[in-house]
């Protein structure tokens, strides 16, 4: 994926997300108007932060009924540690949100792919996990991730981002369902937590296909709990 700014032409058309207005800079504070007793910082991440960030992750996604199902309480945390790494990792679009000096939230962005009857690919940005605090949730913090996260990816020239979600809470940031756009998973389905969005207007017209995201999303269950066993040691 070749990564550019917009030029202003091409920055008038992409899309205006019409819910904050934000600092024009990657790094800086968030004006959130939902919360005016709340301040939320959203900047990059350092590598300094890894460790709390995974640590909020885990906090965020941990359910007592997916141990049953997959070993342990959510692999999440281990998705991050993975993906960090990984040549589909967007460093660029690696937000944390601080409440008074505390992290409280992360988002991360990774390089995936529309798969066209061509066989050629169409880039777009996949996103995820989104995870916020459990005790900061549900005031703004996840938004504020958000919205400051596309915007910037939409100012460095990405085009669309296509990722899973839950449906009842993307469609605010202008997410709709995938198969509005003509593209399916990479097995042909389509359900309404599969989500797309264009960030510059146009971006997937004509483009119809499977969608291909790094196969880090596949977590593999025994390693993710391997790892999680560093978390029960401090
Ligand atoms: C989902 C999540 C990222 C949202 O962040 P947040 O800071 O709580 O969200 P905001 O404060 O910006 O927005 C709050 C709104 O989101 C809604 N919301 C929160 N969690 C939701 C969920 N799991 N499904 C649907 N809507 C949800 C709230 O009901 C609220 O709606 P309202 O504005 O209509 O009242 C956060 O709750 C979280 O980390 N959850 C656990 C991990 C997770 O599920 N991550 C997302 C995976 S797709």
């Known amino acids: 994926m070749i990564i550019r700014k917009l030029n202003e032409e091409e920055y008038s058309q992409a899309i205006d997300l019409k819910i904050y207005s934000f600092d024009e800079e ?9 919360i005016k007793e709340m301040e939320i910082i959203v900047r990059l991440e350092k590598e300094d932060d890894w460790r709390a960030v995974e640590l909020l992750t885990r906090k965020a996604f941990w359910k007592a009924e997916r141990i049953e199902k997959i070993g ?19 460093p660029e679009l690696d937000f944390v949100a601080e409440v008074n000096g505390r992290l409280v939230g992360n988002v991360i962005f990774s390089k995936a792919y529309v798969l066209l ?8 940005l996949n996103f995820g996990p989104l995870s916020v605090l459990p ?20 100012r460095l020239g ?12 993307y469609p605010r940031f202008g997410f709709k369902e995938a198969k509005e756009f ?6 042909g389905k389509n359900y309404p937590a599969f989500m797309a969005m264009e960030l510059i ?14 196969p880090l999303y596949n977590v593999d269950p025994d390693k993710a709990k391997e790892y999680d066993e560093l978390f029960y040691k401090e």
């Open 201 to 214: 207007y146009g971006d997937l017209e004509g483009i119809t296909g499977t969608y291909h995201e790094s």
């Open 158 to 169: 990405y085009g669309a981002v296509i990722f899973f979600g839950h449906p009842s809470y």
């Open 182 to 187: 003509n593209i399916t998973t990479f097995n």
């Open 26 to 34: 990657v790094e800086g504070r968030v004006p959130n108007s939902m």
């Open 117 to 124: 009857p061509d066989g050629s690919r169409h880039d777009v």
């Open 72 to 90: 342990i309480g959510c692999d999440e945390h281990y998705l991050v540690h993975t993906l960090r790494t990984s040549p589909e990792f967007v």
């Open 135 to 154: 005790e900061f949730q549900k005031q703004g913090v996840g938004s504020a991730l958000m919205v400051h996260s596309l915007k910037v990816a939409a």
